[in-house]
């Protein structure tokens, strides 16, 4: 058998516009909303059928805090979708039980009224580069492989995957390759969350039982996302050495994760009191990635920064949430490791600092990334990885890109004052 082959092929420019983002989920609906109200003509390309990632289709429980504990801090279009939602606030750290059917439509909403054009079921396939300057971005359509051209393009896809295939360099887990744990989310039913104990309470006991295959004690649990009805987001069960670069490795981890959630079904129904009909009603048709690519951009957020508050002259936004790295062993030192980290978290009124340089990939001209993918350290995605970071990230790279389209700038000269004005008048 071949392991490599060549072939050329003439493929069709299908559109052109100023801004292209890539990924449509929390950090990608910010940024393309942010670029259109600058008056950008704006494509968003989405893998699914649906905007949200993460927050839909890996059916993740909660969206974090938008607050340090003393004031609100995702805001612009953090704290748009949060109003939309009509969820109340009290600066005290609180987490948010997402209603995936109403965070789709805030999303498909707030893209529409801004005019941004939405390409649902477009992967990304390559990226097409001179002088690095991205040119196009190759994509598969339903019918077939395609071009997109545009002045400037935003990576919001999580994986880092545009700006990797434009060249830019990137790091991966930690000093091994090592990454922390994957979950696939779920939907529960039948839960009585008036009599419903401790996740956790039983499962000592349970192990010892033989219901899981595995030890892995860290057990977020079933959340109350539709408890008038008995229905609950499911955040149980971790995949382990998972890397989300490789299809063979994720295809394993769905079916492990699948088997894991099945081992849960019976835990509940038997060992936690208030889920004694608990029953399994969907497993997330996308496994919950915590950790991936961190492009190399013209700065690297580090854990100092997450300790010492320093306010950055390009400052693109502030957050605060804990150094939250999930386990990468099932097994007591694994635990360990995770409740050492989560334990790294700031004083109320305490946050980090966010320049506008971890938004910019090194060497290219017409990049910038925002989500997961940003330039930080291990520990700092841990933090900057949720959904209001997202928020606080996309939109800046949004206003950032369409500042460098008006001048005709590059990325790395981005006018800061433009873009930092630009920002607070979203």
């Not at 071949?2 to 950090?27: F, H, L, M, N």
């Not at 039948?190 to 996740?199: E, L, M, R, T």
């Not at 334990?343 to 990334?369: A, F, T």
Request: with cysteine; hydrophobic share 35%.
């Amino acid at each position: 058998m071949k392991t490599e082959i060549s072939y050329q092929k003439s493929i069709k420019v299908y559109d052109r516009a100023d801004i292209i983002v890539a990924g449509g989920g929390p950090s990608g609906v910010a940024a393309a909303v942010a670029a259109a109200r600058q008056g950008k003509r704006v494509i968003l390309i989405e893998q699914s059928g649906t905007l949200g990632g993460s927050s839909v289709l890996a059916m993740v429980a909660e969206l974090m805090n938008f607050d340090d504990g003393e004031k609100f801090i995702s805001n612009g279009i953090g704290r748009e979708i949060f109003t939309r939602l009509k969820y109340q606030n009290n600066n005290k750290r609180e987490w948010y039980n997402i209603r995936y059917e109403e965070l789709k439509r805030v999303y498909d909403d707030l893209v529409l009224q801004a005019g941004v054009e939405v390409m649902f079921y477009t992967h990304i396939v390559d990226a097409v580069c001179e002088d690095r300057t991205v040119q196009y971005a190759v994509v598969s359509c339903p019918d077939g492989i395609y071009a997109l051209e545009a002045e400037f393009f935003i990576d919001c896809t999580g994986t880092g995957i545009l700006a990797s295939l434009a060249g830019a360099d990137y790091s991966y887990g930690n000093e091994n390759g090592d990454t922390m744990s994957a979950t696939i989310c779920s939907l529960w039913g039948g839960v009585d969350f008036a009599k419903k104990g401790y996740d956790a309470a039983k499962y000592e006991q349970a192990y010892s039982d033989g219901v899981f295959s595995q030890y892995d004690k860290v057990l977020p649990g079933i959340k109350k996302n539709y408890a008038e009805i008995g229905v609950g987001g499911g955040n149980v069960g971790h995949c382990f050495g998972v890397d989300d670069r490789d299809v063979k490795s994720l295809t394993k981890a769905m079916f492990e994760g699948r088997k894991i959630l099945a081992e849960y079904e019976n835990y509940y129904r038997n060992y936690v009191s208030g889920c004694e009909n608990a029953v399994l009603v969907k497993s997330a048709d996308y496994i919950g990635i915590r950790e991936s690519r961190r492009i190399s951009c013209e700065y690297t957020l580090t854990v100092d920064s997450f300790y010492s508050e320093d306010s950055f002259s390009d400052e693109i936004g502030r957050y605060s949430y804990p150094i939250d790295i999930h386990p990468m062993t099932p097994d007591t030192d694994g635990m360990k490791g995770f409740h050492k980290s989560v334990s790294m978290r700031h004083e109320d009124g305490q946050s980090y600092s966010i320049p506008y340089r971890c938004l910019v990939p090194k060497g290219l001209n017409n990049m910038l990334v925002a989500g997961r993918c940003i330039g930080t350290d291990r520990e700092m995605q841990a933090s900057t990885r949720v959904i209001p970071c997202c928020y606080i990230t996309g939109q800046a790279a949004g206003v950032a890109a369409a500042v460098c389209v008006e001048d005709k700038t590059p990325a790395v000269n981005a006018d800061i004052k433009k873009v930092q004005k630009g920002i607070l008048e979203i």
